[in-house]
């Protein structure tokens, strides 16, 4: 699938404010020692500052202390600079900072989505966009869908992924019959990201309709990985 041209940075004085705030705290806070740990766990995906996640979170808050709240413009520029940086700590507070107000995005906000899932691509960033930030935009315009059912059969293995996970959150409201196709049309996918969001996302359907995903699992034992049935059926 033929990759479309990155989204453009727009002009936001908040971003502004927000990124020279950032870059002031989140690298004084760093430990080089910590940072190679880090590194090391994330499989060397991208440097890091060394800031663990409750220290990261609680200097967050005072970044963005006394700021209004943004808009689109502000979220995409926010989001699109942070993951410009190197450091893995800036494209964490992109994600958070998209979680808390994926609400003032549009459905045009999708290709910035696309960009953040590409970008320095691993799961710890494309699970919660793909679950909290595209999921969100899908829920709020079911035209989308039809761009996850593109998702889907995309070479980029982490573009297909969230669209595996972009339901994971959608509980009672989750379209049964696009989240099987999705897992059977992927089923034959060497990669382990792959057969293991297959059986994330049938084990958190699971939770809601147990016996749909037990059935669904039987029937189709033969085409899933043993990942995948594994994972499956992990709480059932």
């Given at each position: 699938m033929n990759a479309s041209a990155p989204p453009a940075v727009p002009e936001s004085t908040l971003a502004d404010t927000v990124l020279a705030r950032l870059t002031d705290v989140y690298p004084a806070a760093g430990d080089p020692f910590r940072a190679q740990e880090m590194i090391a766990y994330m499989k060397g995906v991208a440097p890091f500052l060394g800031v663990r996640t409750p220290e990261r979170r609680s200097l967050s808050r005072t970044v963005l202390e006394g700021l209004p709240v943004p808009d689109e413009a502000d979220c995409t520029a926010v989001a699109l600079r942070c993951?410009?940086?190197?450091?893995?700590?800036?494209?964490y507070f992109a994600v958070d900072?998209?979680?808390?107000?994926?609400?003032r995005c549009s459905s045009d906000f999708l290709p910035v989505a696309h960009t953040l899932v590409t970008t320095v691509s691993w799961w710890d960033t494309v699970d919660l966009l793909a679950a909290h930030v595209v999921g969100a935009l899908v829920a709020a315009d079911p035209a989308l869908v039809a761009r996850m059912?593109?998702?889907?059969?995309d070479d980029d293995l982490?573009?297909?992924?969230?669209?595996?996970?972009?339901?994971l959150r959608y509980k009672s409201a989750t379209d049964a019959d696009r989240l099987f196709s999705y897992c059977l049309l992927r089923s034959g996918h060497p990669d382990f990201f792959i057969r293991?969001?297959?059986?994330?996302s049938l084990r958190e359907y699971g939770r809601t309709a147990p016996d749909e995903v037990r059935a669904f699992v039987a029937e189709n034992t033969s085409r899933l990985s043993p990942l995948s049935v594994r994972e499956a059926l992990k709480n059932l």
């Open positions: 993951f410009a940086l190197p450091e893995r700590e800036y494209h900072y998209l979680r808390r107000h994926v609400k059912d593109e998702w889907i059969a982490w573009v297909a992924r969230t669209a595996l996970l972009h339901q293991k969001a297959i059986g994330w």
